[in-house]
């Protein structure tokens, strides 16, 4: 008999697999390389056919799947590549339509989108697991402030002002590394830190100003938070809500250009107990005021700083995050799949299991990775890297090794993808500063356009 305060595992699969197999399943991927491993664990259903939709082959292994078509799509940044690529699949090429159809001609098949889509059908084809129009909405960081005070939770000061306002606002409300201005979501969803602006003086606030009054109504201004960025992530469900352990976020700092170098996360740091504490107490309250207000079902996260203060929130991600991905992966929990079925109505999910499963589980096996994005165009390439005193330097994957990097294209240009093998990762420090000799030991290998870049310090302790 399975404990019952542990996550019956087995009876999941055997529920997804009841659900997946002997259907077509059209996965979507802004890279195909992205898909690999989810296409991997979905073969393990018993799908009928699996195709992959996505804009290009990206860096790594492509997926096992009985059909790969592409968009070829590209943008100039991030969002710019992520937008035109999910247009690129919401309103499809007769190119695109045309391979779809050959695959699924009779239109039964259902599509697996990475959480992002504002459409409930990609390619013609229902999503399964649509996240709804009530939940996606605030995501919108202009809103969220509101969400925050309902639930509770202790946040900075900030103003919500149209554009024009924004420097009057800032002056009111800076500290001593000044403001930061974040848009409204105009031109829909943004992550990134590619809609975010740090603003230390008078020339900072009127280039911002003059960027946000392409893309924003509206925009949010609050003081800079010093300390380390961070989030921690839950899972609603129709019983309860499952909380896990805090993920430190590796947003680095520009200071020389007043902006951010977001590079992904990992949950290799462990902060004071206070401020896990708060963070977790943070993440059940936003979970329960989500649950009331609008019906949510499904995975979140909440992103913010640690400061000398204690947490402080910045935005809320209602969807799975990379954050998710750093607790389920290691522990072989395939949330991907259990969250679309709770969304669907197909999966009766103890909150209370699935959190101390992962708690149980993420206190030995962490995870997580750094992605750094470029601009130009690059081959692929890749190494292993092995840390040296405070540099990293490159080594042959069959020595002794930390962990491995790889170069290749991306929606927005190039990537890197640097993957740190977690057996050999420090718990507890923060990681941050490893991303610095990581991204040197980049520049060194292969040439890449990076600014030089600051960890933020660890201000909790």
Known sequence: MSDPGVLDLDGINRAITARFRDRKWIFVADDAAAATRPVAALRAHHPEAIMVVAAMEGAGDLPAADRIAYTRTTGRTIMEGFRSFHDSVVHPSPRLAAAVDAFDPHGEARV??????????????????????????????????????????????????????????????????????????????????????????????????????????VVRVMPFLDGLPCSIHGVVTPKGIAVFR?????????????????????????????????????????????????????????????????????????????????????????????????IEGDLDLDAASLERTVLEGTEQSRYGGMMFPLAEEHREASTAFAFSGSEAVAVDESDDHDGTMAIGPSVFGSVVIVRPDPERAPIGPPMTPRVIPLLELAKRLWDIDVPAVEPAPDCSR
């Open 112 to 217: 697996l989108d990475m959480a992002f889509s504002r459409s409930p059908t990609l390619a013609g084809r229902r999503i399964y697991g649509w996240r709804r129009a009530e939940w996606t909405a605030l995501e919108d960081k202009t809103l969220v402030d509101r969400l925050w005070d309902d639930a509770g939770v202790h946040r900075a000061p900030s103003a919500i002002v149209d554009v024009a306002s924004a420097q009057t606002a800032a002056d009111a409300l800076e500290g001593d590394l000044g403001t930061v201005w974040v848009a409204d979501n105009r031109e829909g969803w943004h992550g990134g830190g590619e809609y975010t602006q740090w603003v230390q003086s008078k020339e900072d606030a009127e280039r911002a100003t003059a960027w946000f009054s392409n893309r924003a109504d």
């Open 246 to 342: 805090p993920v430190e976020l590796f947003i680095l700092r520009v200071p020389t250009e007043s902006r951010f170098f977001y590079a992904q996360g990992a949950n290799f740091w462990d902060p004071p107990p206070h401020v896990r504490d708060e963070m977790r107490g943070a993440a059940r309250a936003v979970g329960e005021a989500l649950r009331d207000r609008v019906d949510y079902v499904g995975a979140f996260g909440i992103d913010g700083v640690a400061t000398r203060e204690g947490f402080r929130p910045t935005e809320l991600n209602p969807r799975r995050t990379i954050g998710h991905g750093a607790h389920y992966r290691p522990l072989g929990i395939p949330l991907d799949s259990m969250e679309r079925m709770l």
